[in-house]
């Protein structure tokens, strides 16, 4: 899953670590291929930050002086926790009622699967969107009624750095 692909300043890009350490190409060292590193990449889900130069201008950190030993994992999580998912898509019949003409308008669009950057002007798209997004809408996802292979995410997830497992130590795989 990609977040902020086409953007300027930043992008997160998130893969199973289990199906990537199990690809065709992808070859792991001997001494690693063993059950317990397989359900341990199996559990993990990899999210790869790319700050752009826009962005690091911006916050002074196009210089690596201004760097210290954590500013990666900052930021990592910092982009991490502004991503909106929303867990609502079919609004009941009272909320539909009531919602003003324009957005029950915008809603069925949407709900029909229109693609409503395209059909809103930019400011209108966003006001609708912010307006939505407090009935747990958000139109600048694909509609539920669209086939797509996405999982929606519905549950919020926590973050965690992973340290190295117990049992790499046991193995003495780690020093």
């Not at 910092?78 to 909106?84: A, P, Q, T």
């Amino acid at each position: 899953a990609y977040f902020g692909k086409n953007s300027r300043r930043w992008s997160l890009k998130c893969y199973s670590k289990g199906s990537e350490i199990l690809a065709k190409g992808h070859k792991l060292p001997q001494e690693l291929c063993i059950p317990e590193m397989i359900e341990y990449a199996n559990k993990a889900l990899r999210i790869e930050g790319v700050i752009r130069q826009l962005e690091l201008k911006r916050r002074h950190l196009n210089v690596a002086a201004n760097w210290d030993i954590d500013t990666a994992e900052e930021l990592l999580l910092e982009y991490i926790s502004k991503l909106e998912m929303s867990d609502v898509y079919m609004l009941k019949d009272d909320v539909l009622d009531d919602l003003p003409y324009r957005l029950r308008l915008t809603y069925q669009a949407w709900l029909n699967g229109d693609d409503m950057r395209a059909i809103l002007s930019r400011p209108t798209f966003y006001r609708y969107r912010s307006q939505l997004l407090k009935y747990g809408v958000d139109i600048s996802t694909k509609s539920p009624k669209e086939k797509s292979n996405v999982i929606p995410l519905i549950r919020v997830l926590e973050a965690k750095p992973v340290g190295i497992p117990d049992w790499a130590y046991e193995k003495g795989l780690v020093a």
